[in-house]
Structure formats: C-alpha cells, structure tokens
C-alpha cells in the first residue's frame, strides 16, 4: 500500500483505541509536531462520525419501508384498524 | 431470544434478516408504543415517528455485544419511547411512570445529528455514494473481506482492503474540502 494509505490505517488503529500504548504515544507526539498529519487525523475522525449516522439513516429508512409495507399491505388490515382505533 | 436470534440472523444476510425482524417487532411492539401516544393525547403519525426511532435505537443497542435484554423486546421498546417521548415534551414528564426497568434505559446522547454532521452526510452522501457503501459494509454491516470482496467485484480480499482505505482516503479529504469551504474546522 502507499505511504498514505498506510497513514490512513495507522490513524485508524489510532482512533479505534487499537495501538499498543507504547505507539499510541508516539503516534501523539507526531500529532502534536505535524499540523498536516493533525488535521487529516481529525477530518477521518469525522469520517466515522457521519458513517454512524449514515448507518442509522439506513436504519430509518428500512423501518420506514416496513411500515408502508404494514399500513398498505391488505394482508396487515385487521392490524392497521386495531391502531386505528386507538386514536379515535 | 429475540436479540440473539437478531444477531445471528444480522452475520449471514443483513437487509433481508433486519427486515424480517424489523416486521415482527411492528406487529408485538407498535401497539403498545400506540397505545400510550393516544393516551399522551398525541396522534398516530406522532406514534409512528416516535416507534421508528424507538426501533433504531433498540437494534442499535443490540449490537452492542455487551447488551443485554432483561425484559422483552416489546416492553423495551416502549421504555424507549416513553424516554423518547419526556425528551421531546418534557411537560409530560410527571404524567409519565416509568418502572425500574425502564427508569434505567439510557438514550445515545448524539442520536440526532448536529448540523455540521447533517452538512457533511448531505455532501458525502452526493459525491462519494459508492465508498461510503463499501465503508458501511465494512464497519457495519459485520461481513467478511472475502464477502464484501464479492459483493462489490475485487478479486482478491487484499484488494478490497487497499480499497478501503482509499475510500476513507477519499471521503476524508471530501471532509477536508468542505471544512476549509465552510472555516469550521475547529480542532
């Protein structure tokens, strides 16, 4: 792999908590001396920030299909009349 | 129990497996979500939104290996709604009785995005679709390299492995653009 590359999955080790102490700390004082390596390090923090919540649009997005499916399907009738009721 | 059953169903084919324990839980656990919106004099669409993300919270939480399930699924999902629900109308909050099991139910304190994260996810989601696909397969959908090499055409797990890095290389530096374009990188 690239030497960019390989900083990408030295940093993932990194922010998954998943370096050995001994080279988590030297990971850090790289952060601290190279403002480049600081800021690439936290824009693919944010990386797996947004992929969380993309995870859970996903999420939203199949319970949503689920529930068209239950309120449109002829076979979930007697199930949508029973919630119905409730808010009569 | 339900929560096992979801996680082994989760390893071997995640949509169709989550869809099929997605409609189960609608049909044990929306009525009872239902029934207490009408009574919070709320109305059904209100219920709806508030079982969806009830649902989304409670798979989230079962995937966290460390959870575990000590009353139903239904009866959680409801403590979740309830919570939800004090959340959003915090006015009802002594209308509400809440049991010992569900006093102790937490929500993820970052459940809705902020907007810088919402920004970010728009922009994401128009100019790198493909790599953030093949990222969520990877962290998410708990696959092989072997599988998310034949699902997405790469002959060898090694090659899927470069690739993803080169898709958090990608969206990442997509991150980096939009934080200069916006000044509020703040680190």
């Given at each position: 792999m690239r030497t960019s590359l390989n900083d990408i999955a030295l940093a993932e080790k990194y922010l998954l908590g998943k370096l050995e102490p001994e080279d988590a700390l030297v990971f850090e004082a790289k952060l601290l001396t190279n403002p480049v390596l600081r800021w690439n390090v936290a824009a693919q923090k944010e990386v797996y920030s947004v992929l969380k919540f993309y995870h859970r649009k996903k999420l939203k997005k199949e319970v949503q299909a689920v529930h068209q499916n239950i309120f449109n399907d002829a076979r979930h009738q007697d199930f949508k009349q029973e919630i119905i009721q409730l808010f009569k | 129990m339900e929560c096992i059953q979801l996680k082994e169903g989760i390893s071997v084919q995640p949509e169709a497996a989550r869809e099929k324990v997605f409609e189960a839980l609608y049909r044990k656990a929306f009525p009872g979500v239902a029934r207490f919106v009408s009574k919070m004099n709320g109305t059904l669409e209100d219920s709806s939104d508030i079982f969806q993300d009830a649902l989304v919270i409670y798979y989230e939480k079962t995937q966290d290996?460390?959870?575990?399930?000590?009353?139903s699924a239904e009866a959680y999902i409801l403590g979740i709604a309830k919570h939800l629900w004090i959340r959003k109308f915090t006015r009802d909050r002594m209308r509400i009785s809440l049991d010992i099991t569900e006093i102790n139910i937490t929500l993820p304190n970052d459940y809705d995005p902020t907007v810088n994260i919402n920004r970010l996810l728009k922009f994401i989601e128009q100019s790198g679709r493909k790599c953030m696909e093949l990222l969520h397969t990877f962290y998410y959908e708990k696959v092989s390299m072997k599988e998310i090499a034949g699902r997405f055409g790469f002959v060898t797990e090694r090659s899927a492995t470069v690739q993803k890095f080169k898709c958090l290389e990608k969206v990442r530096d997509k991150i980096k653009e939009k934080s200069i374009a916006y000044e509020d990188f703040i680190e």
């Open positions: - | 290996e460390s959870f575990v399930l000590e009353t």
